[in-house]
């Protein structure tokens, strides 16, 4: 049953790790927010098919350091079994096996020594149906979701707003929307972290956005960072 909090609509997120303590970590995380629960959480193959056939949850997160599970295989059977309730993968570094868990059908890909933060943002944005991959500094992924032969093809309501910037700031929207932090862009771009930082806040304030998860919808939207099965029209992610 469905929490009462005052909210109209509280999303069900089932966690999976062979990792007792991991489970009870993101359970604590997630439930102190209004608008989501952790309907259940799983260890093991027959855990997450009872799990799902049960629950049927609007998200899953998935702990991608386990010993007893293949993640790629818990995706494909999740897309079979609840193709509506995309994936977010929590992985120790981004290597050879992001490939394979995007191809399995991976919605987001997030590093699991992210903020809380930054772990809840992923869950709203996964949920509402983007793709997100994070941080930058895989480059062979940045690389694989950047526009083809380095064209860019922003598209999409908005994009005339890209007009407002200069050319650094839209430099720093992309970067950010691929996930790189401000220290990050700093060793990209050549610069001092106090000067992205200011390039950031007058990217926000230009293109009227609240905040940095925000400025990755925004990016999306148009068509400036792509991932597989990136549809166009999305909502809006809730953020708070």
Known sequence: MRRSTGVLYCMRILVISDRTVIRAG???????????EVSGDAGDMSQIKNSVDGLRPDVVVIDSETNSLDTAEVIRFL???????????LVGEFDDQVQRLLRAGARGLLLNRSSPAEIVAAVRLV???????????????????????????????????????????????????RGCSNAEIADVLFVSESTVKSHVQRMLDKLDLRNRVHAVIYAYEIGMVRTAGLAAGLPVAPVG
């Open 127 to 177: 949920a509402a149906g983007y793709s997100l991959l994070f941080p930058c500094r895989g480059r062979r992924l940045v690389d694989w979701s950047a526009p083809v032969d380095g064209e860019e093809k922003e598209k999409g309501p908005g994009r005339e707003r890209l007009g407002r910037l200069t050319r650094r700031e839209v430099d720093v929207l992309r970067l950010i929307a």
């Open 26 to 36: 993101y359970r604590m995380l997630f439930e102190g927010k209004p608008d989501l």
């Open 79 to 89: 897309g079979a079994a609840v193709p509506s309730a995309p994936a977010l993968v």
